[in-house]
């Protein structure tokens, strides 16, 4: 591949900032070593220097997420965007994770200017970030994904006809950010406010025991099915996801060659429902009867060597590099940019 001139955009001022800064790190430093010319740009301050960059890129994920900034990147974004200053570049590589960065609303921004970005679109984004969509459009698509509702928008009934434990989650945030997993129904409304404080729209899900599973897919392509396993035992929380020893992550996963082939099957069924672009992750739960529930698709997927995706790919031969390579290959070719 031909040395490419890439800005990657990450960091902003989601609560996902941290996991974005790990990203962003690795993959600067991967292009950099395949002989592309790289500039890192903060979502949240613009473009960073030699110093800068050094600083910010060293910075780790702490054991519980950033307090929940003003979320003004996106204008930072549309002033860069609007001095043209992505021009010179070939493409922008998105790093971003959650928030304005992932919902489609930076990938608006970079479509209207013509700047090609890696990753789904505008529309994609949008659908995989609202979960309650996203599920309504698993159903359709007969796609298993657990009972679920609205916070307020359900009676007690509908409610206790999901049975306990049940999760309680925001409709569009990341990374487990704000989901409580609900033993009692004393520890309902807690659980719903605690959400609230991270979108004003909140989902009651039906909790589905079991083994979780995760498939990396790119260009439309089932990548190996990976297996989560929590060190304490409970949910793939914040915590196990970015902390060391919080999870052991299994590739390929141990199961049989039928239910790895309908994980397969359902991520690449997802990712068209979703009309997803270039790559995504997509997570399932494994229930003790062996049947397959999809619980969301990652448009950003965390893009260190050790994240998911990654672990993922070089289980299918590709190794980290060659995927942020294949990622920003896809960006060139992909329509509507």
């Known amino acids: 591949m031909e040395?490419?001139?890439?800005?990657?955009?990450?960091?902003?001022?989601?609560?996902e900032r941290d996991v974005s800064v790990a990203s962003a790190a690795q993959v600067v430093r991967a292009l950099r070593g395949r002989g592309h010319a790289v500039t890192a740009v903060d979502a949240s301050s613009g473009v960073l220097n030699a110093d800068d960059e050094a600083a910010v890129l060293r910075i780790g994920v702490d054991r519980a997420p950033p307090q929940l900034l003003s979320e003004h990147a996106e204008h930072v974004l549309a002033e860069l965007t609007g001095q043209g200053a992505f021009t010179g570049f070939d493409l922008v590589f998105l790093a971003l994770h959650g928030g304005s960065g992932e919902n489609g609303?930076?990938?608006?921004?970079?479509?209207?200017?013509?700047?090609?970005?890696?990753?789904?679109?505008?529309?994609?984004?949008?659908?995989a970030m609202d979960k309650?969509?996203?599920k309504r459009l698993f159903r359709f698509a007969g796609i298993p994904t657990a009972d679920w509702v609205m916070a307020g928008k359900a009676g007690q009934g509908e409610v206790e006809a999901l049975g306990l434990p049940l999760i309680v989650k925001p409709?569009?945030?990341?990374?487990?950010?704000?989901?409580?997993?609900?033993?009692?129904?004393?520890?309902?409304?807690?659980?719903?406010?605690?959400?609230?404080?991270?979108?004003?729209?909140?989902?009651?899900?039906?909790?589905?025991?079991?083994?979780?599973?995760?498939?990396?897919v790119l260009d439309g392509e089932p990548l190996t099915v990976g297996e989560?396993?929590?060190?304490?035992?409970?949910?793939?929380?914040?915590?196990?996801?970015?902390?060391?020893?919080?999870?052991?992550?299994?590739?390929?996963?141990?199961v049989s060659a039928a239910i790895a082939a309908t994980a397969?099957?359902?991520a690449t069924e997802v990712n068209d429902a979703l009309r997803i672009e270039c790559y995504c992750r997509v997570d399932f739960r494994?229930?003790?009867?062996?049947?397959?529930?999809?619980?969301?698709?990652?448009?950003?997927?965390?893009?260190?060597?050790?994240?998911?995706?990654?672990?993922?790919?070089?289980?299918?031969?590709?190794?980290?590099?060659?995927?942020?390579?294949?990622?920003?290959?896809?960006?060139?070719?992909?329509?509507?940019?």
């Open 132 to 134: 309650d969509v996203a």
């Open 171 to 216: 409709k569009a945030q990341g990374s487990t950010v704000g989901l409580t997993l609900v033993q009692q129904y004393a520890q309902l409304e807690p659980a719903i406010a605690l959400a609230r404080e991270f979108d004003s729209a909140v989902m009651l899900e039906r909790y589905v025991p079991g083994r979780e599973l995760t498939v990396g």
């Open 228 to 254: 989560i396993i929590p060190a304490h035992g409970g949910l793939f929380d914040y915590t196990s996801k970015y902390q060391v020893g919080g999870a052991e992550e299994v590739f390929p996963a141990e």
């Open 105 to 127: 609303t930076v990938q608006a921004m970079l479509e209207s200017a013509n700047v090609r970005f890696t990753g789904t679109g505008q529309l994609g984004s949008a659908l």
């Open 286 to 337: 494994l229930d003790h009867n062996g049947k397959l529930w999809c619980l969301e698709a990652n448009t950003l997927p965390g893009m260190t060597a050790g994240s998911l995706l990654p672990r993922s790919a070089a289980a299918s031969g590709i190794e980290f590099p060659l995927l942020c390579e294949r990622i920003c290959e896809l960006a060139l070719v992909k329509g509507g940019r």
């Open 264 to 266: 397969q099957r359902l």
């Open 3 to 15: 040395a490419l001139r890439i800005a990657v955009v990450f960091g902003g001022t989601s609560m």
